[in-house]
């Protein structure tokens, strides 16, 4: 074949891109090194995207597709009333291998501004699900805004805690929490 080396399809791309952004940020999502990654010529980068801005784009929205709107999908499919869906969600987004990903697009929000509107309605997403979940559940406006934002903390936010529990463990510890919040 002379030497041709197969083109990678997109969603190559936007995988190795992801995970290069999760193990090295921003500096490493760079055509070249990605490419001698996939084992292909910067050629079948541009076959998919203009530039670099592009890819960043198909690697946010996959993360909004899949880590938002591909759980909603599963938590709604398997289907039970308001707290079973919620917890439901705290199984999935527990459970989901895309936590790099996500810290690492979170941690380049703060220094771009457009990264930093995505993250934003992703959030928006996420928590409008959730509050709508817990209206549901009967609870008040006030109560559907602070519980809404505890479980969504505890679901972003306890991989930052590294105190210990005791006896307990920490996945025990972080579900009972969860189930406090749904519970009048």
């Known amino acids: 074949m002379g030497g041709r080396r197969a083109q990678k399809s997109r969603g190559a791309w936007i995988a190795a891109a992801g995970e290069a952004l999760a193990r090295g940020g921003i500096e490493a999502v760079a055509v070249e090194p990605l490419a001698r990654a996939l084992g292909v010529t910067k050629g079948s980068f541009y076959w ?23 759980i909603i999908e599963r938590v709604e499919a398997k289907g039970g009333d308001a707290a079973d869906r919620l917890r439901t969600l705290w199984q999935l987004a527990s459970a989901e291998a895309g936590l790099d990903v996500e810290m690492a697009i979170r941690d380049l929000a703060a220094r771009d501004e457009h990264v930093a509107e995505v993250v934003a ?12 979940r817990l209206r549901e559940l009967g609870f008040d ?7 809404g934002f505890a479980c969504y903390s505890l679901i972003i936010g306890n991989h930052f805690i590294g105190v210990g529990h005791g006896r307990r463990s920490r996945r025990r510890v972080i579900a009972d929490a969860f189930e406090i919040l749904l519970t009048r």
């Open 48 to 70: 998919h995207f203009a530039d670099r801005r592009a890819l960043l784009d198909a690697v946010l929205e996959a993360w909004q597709r899949v880590g938002t709107e591909g």
């Open 121 to 132: 309605a992703v959030d928006r997403r996420r928590m409008d699900f959730v509050r709508a």
């Open 141 to 147: 406006a006030g109560e559907v805004e602070a519980r």
